[in-house]
Each structure stands twice: as structure tokens, then as C-alpha cells.
């Protein structure tokens, strides 16, 4: 598992950017799995969400996660933010991956996301969206999570650092 490397966490924390930092650095590939459902599906996340609904978005998130640790090489991997609601992506990433909540504050979630304009779970206004979402995942990422990361404060750098360090301090990658 410690060729294949799995961020979680809430919209705007920052794993895609991160995530396309440490693969680079690790020289392993990268995946964004919203961009796998995209391509999948011809259509945006906001999209799928409006046309089929929330489970089907997260039964194919599912497959686009399971095809990504499937593949053989090492990896680095984007979940979308509620990929851990799916008891079936849960079990996929407790047994196939080293699993990295990048964790935030729902105020700095907030800041990054903006209005939440193209994402489906904010309609109602993106602060107060943030902080029931967060309220209601934070458990299941802390329970799937083998490294947690706070990265308010951080830059990508010093975010892709402590993510490498605490790997290694955990014994889960070189």
C-alpha cells in the first residue's frame, strides 16, 4: 500500500493541487477521481449530481476510485470530497491505499470555495453547507484515515512536506 497514496477531505482543502504537487515529487502518477467520473460520464460533477442524483454520482466515484488503486503503478489519488459517505469506497480505501485527510476548518474551507458556485452540496450557501458537511464527515474521515494533515496555515509546499514526513514518521512510505 505505500505505492499508492489516497487524499481525502472537504471541498476546497486542497487535495487535487496538493495531490498533483506530491505525485510530481514522488515521480508516481495522478489521478483526480471528479475528473475520472467527469470523463466517464461526459458530464460536470454538477451535472451528474442534477441529472441522476447523489448515489449514482458516488457508485461511479466509487468505480473511477477502485479503477484508480487497480492499475499497478504507484499513484497518487484525489478522492472527491464525500467519496467516504460510500461504505463501498470506505472498505476500498481502508484496504488498498495509504489514506491522507488533508483537514481543514470550515472557515478556511469557506475562503477557498468562494460562493460554492458548480457545487452541488453548497446550493443552500457555501459557509453553512461547509460546516454541516464537515460536521457530519469528519468522523468518517478520521476513520479512514491513516495520516491526517492539518493544512490551514499552509502553502502547497508546506502542505506536500508534512504529508511526506508523516508517511515516513508513520511507516507507511519511504
Do not use: H, I, N
Amino acid at each position: 500500500m505505500a505505492d499508492r497514496l489516497v487524499l481525502v477531505g472537504m471541498m476546497g482543502a486542497g487535495k487535487t493541487t496538493v495531490g498533483r504537487a506530491l505525485a510530481d515529487r514522488l515521480g508516481w502518477a495522478f489521478v483526480d477521481t471528479d475528473a475520472e467520473v467527469e470523463a466517464a460520464t461526459g458530464r460536470s460533477v454538477e451535472e451528474r449530481f442534477a441529472e441522476a442524483g447523489e448515489p449514482a454520482f458516488r457508485a461511479d466515484e466509487r468505480r473511477a476510485l477502485a479503477t484508480a488503486l487497480s492499475d499497478g503503478g504507484p499513484v497518487v489519488v484525489s478522492a472527491g470530497g464525500g467519496a467516504v459517505v460510500d461504505e463501498g469506497s470506505r472498505r476500498l480505501l481502508s484496504r488498498s491505499a495509504t489514506v491522507v485527510w488533508l483537514r481543514a476548518d470550515p472557515t478556511t474551507l469557506a475562503a477557498r470555495v468562494g460562493d460554492g458556485t458548480g457545487r452541488p452540496l453548497l446550493a443552500g450557501g457555501a459557509a453553512a453547507g461547509l460546516a454541516a458537511l464537515d460536521a457530519r464527515r469528519r468522523p468518517l474521515y478520521a476513520a479512514v484515515a491513516d495520516v491526517v494533515v492539518d493544512v490551514d496555515d499552509l502553502d502547497v509546499d508546506g502542505v506536500v512536506g508534512r504529508v511526506l514526513a508523516a508517511r515516513t514518521a508513520a511507516g507507511v512510505g519511504p
